[in-house]
Nanobody, 112 residues
């Protein structure tokens, strides 16, 4: 059983930054790929960023160059550093393990 807890969301002005954190419980964290996804109202959930067990990364087209995913295996934690935020980044952000466990989500709102 794996539990994921996201934190770090909130309200930020356009152009601002936030760092999301996903803390994982359970074993074998370091061997699992992890992803950040988001879902805006009325839209499908989409991949934001993914990091493999050996820290290879890939990003959705809309966030590439602005967001950075990283992991700390010693802390069983994955991060999403978000910069140059835009109103269209407003969504609930979820982390997910490659074997299908989801967190509860954290709201990010970008607005002036």
């Amino acid at each position: 059983q794996v539990q994921l807890v996201e934190s770090g969301g909130g309200l930020v002005q356009p152009g601002g930054s936030l760092r999301l954190t996903c803390a994982a419980s359970g074993s074998s964290f370091s061997t699992r790929g992890m992803g950040w996804y988001r879902q805006a109202p009325g839209k499908q959930r989409e991949l934001v960023a993914h990091i493999t067990s050996v820290s290879s990364t890939n990003y959705g087209d809309s966030v590439r160059g602005r967001f950075t995913i990283s992991r700390d295996n010693a802390k069983n934690t994955v991060y999403l550093q978000m910069s140059s935020l835009k109103p269209e980044d407003t969504a609930v952000y979820y982390c997910k393990t490659d074997h299908g466990y989801w967190g509860q989500g954290t709201q990010v709102t970008v607005s002036s």
